[in-house]
C-alpha cells in the first residue's frame, strides 16, 4: 500500500499528484469534505534516525516518559475544571500569532520523542507540507491549522508544567484506555478509584458524540477555546483538526470508538489526514520561517486572525 492512511486509499488520488476535495454548503467559510488525496512523502526515521512515536528507548526516554508519568497521574476530572477556570477567560494579555510564534522559539515539546527543535519551527514545517499538497487557495484554511495547531503550547511559557500543557489527549470521566501511551502510570490516578469515573462511559452516554468529551486539558483544547473565543473565520474542520490532533488513542489506534456518533466519521478522518503532514513533517528540513511569515500573515488576515487576539 502507499503511503497514504486508510482514507486516502479508500478515496483514490489525482493524475496530477495534487490532493482533490469537493466543496459542500457553507456555512461561513468553506467546511469540506475530503474526496481524494495523493500520497505524501514520508520517511521511516525521525530526525534522530528512529521510528516516529518510539515510547521505549528512544532518544528523549526518561524526559518523555517523566512528561507522561506526571499526566497520568495528576489529570482528573477536577484538575481539567480548574485549568479550564484559570485559562478560558482569556486575560493572560493581547498578542498576535506571530508573537506566540516568537515565543514558542524557546520551547521544546517534552512528551514528544521525535524532536528536540523549537516548536515554532515544527509550525511551520506542518503548514508547509500541507500547503504543498493543497496548492489551491480555497483550501488554504487547511494550511493555516498546520500552523496555528500547536500554538497552546504557550500555556508552557507563561507557567504551566508541560505534563498538562502538551503530549496525547484523551477522555477524562470515564475509563482510561490501555491504548494510551504509558497508561501503567493511570494507576496511581484518583479519578481510577472514582465510582462513575472508572467505568467504560463513565459521565458519557454511549454514542454522544466526540465533541461531547471532556478532554484532558492541554494545547489543543487550548487553542481550540481561545480560537472560538476570539471569532475568527476558521471553518469547523479546521477547528477540529487542533482540537483533536493529539488524541491518538481515538483516531489513531481505535480507542473511545463507543462515544462515536455518525458525523464523527468525517471528524475523524480530517483529524487523521492533518495527522499524517503534523507526525511526517518533523523530519523535514528546517524551513525559512523569515521568508514564509508574509505568506501566512495574509492567511491571518484572511481568516479574521490577523490583529491582537485575547489569550
Known amino acids: ?5 486508510s482514507f486516502c486509499s479508500s478515496v483514490g488520488e489525482g493524475s496530477d499528484g495534487v490532493m482533490r476535495l469537493n466543496e459542500v454548503e457553507q456555512v461561513h467559510s468553506a467546511p469540506l469534505t475530503p474526496t481524494a488525496c495523493t500520497a505524501v512523502d514520508k520517511t521511516d526515521a525521525n530526525m534522530f534516525g528512529v521510528a516516529f512515536r518510539m515510547y521505549e528507548n528512544g532518544a ?6 517523566q512528561n507522561y508519568k506526571d499526566d497520568h497521574e495528576n489529570m482528573t476530572v477536577d484538575c481539567v475544571q480548574q485549568k479550564m477556570k484559570k485559562w478560558l477567560k482569556f486575560d493572560h494579555g493581547e498578542y498576535t500569532i506571530m508573537e506566540i510564534i516568537e515565543l514558542l522559539d524557546d520551547l521544546v515539546d517534552d512528551s514528544d520523542p521525535d524532536v528536540d527543535i523549537p516548536n515554532s519551527i515544527h509550525d511551520f514545517q506542518t503548514a508547509e507540507r500541507i500547503r504543498k499538497q493543497f496548492p489551491d487557495p480555497k483550501h488554504d484554511w487547511f494550511a493555516l491549522a498546520g500552523l496555528l495547531h500547536d500554538l497552546g503550547k504557550v500555556l508552557s511559557m507563561w507557567g504551566e508544567p508541560q505534563w498538562c500543557v502538551v503530549g496525547d489527549t484523551y477522555p477524562v470521566g470515564c475509563e482510561h484506555a490501555k491504548e494510551i501511551v504509558f497508561s ?3 494507576r496511581s490516578n484518583p479519578d481510577t478509584a472514582h465510582p462513575v469515573y472508572a467505568t467504560k462511559n463513565g459521565m458519557y452516554k454511549p454514542s454522544c458524540g466526540i465533541e461531547q468529551l471532556v478532554m484532558s486539558w492541554g494545547h489543543d483544547e487550548y487553542m481550540y477555546r481561545m480560537l472560538k473565543h476570539n471569532t475568527g473565520k476558521l471553518p469547523n474542520e479546521a477547528l ?3 482540537r483533536y490532533h493529539s488524541f491518538y488513542p481515538w483516531h489513531t489506534v481505535g480507542a473511545y470508538t463507543h462515544f462515536e456518533k455518525s458525523t464523527d466519521t468525517i471528524l475523524k478522518k480530517w483529524v487523521q489526514e492533518f495527522n ?5 513533517s518533523k523530519s523535514d528540513d528546517l524551513p525559512d520561517v523569515e521568508k514564509l511569515k508574509p ?3 495574509g492567511l491571518l488576515e484572511k481568516y479574521g486572525l490577523g490583529g491582537k487576539l485575547r489569550w
Do not use: P
Open 1 to 5: 500500500m502507499s503511503a497514504t492512511n
Open 60 to 65: 528523549r526516554q526518561s524526559t518523555v516518559e
Open 184 to 186: 501503567e502510570f493511570f
Open 240 to 242: 477540529n483538526v487542533i
Open 276 to 280: 499524517k503532514f503534523d507526525l511526517y
Open 295 to 297: 505568506y501566512y500573515q
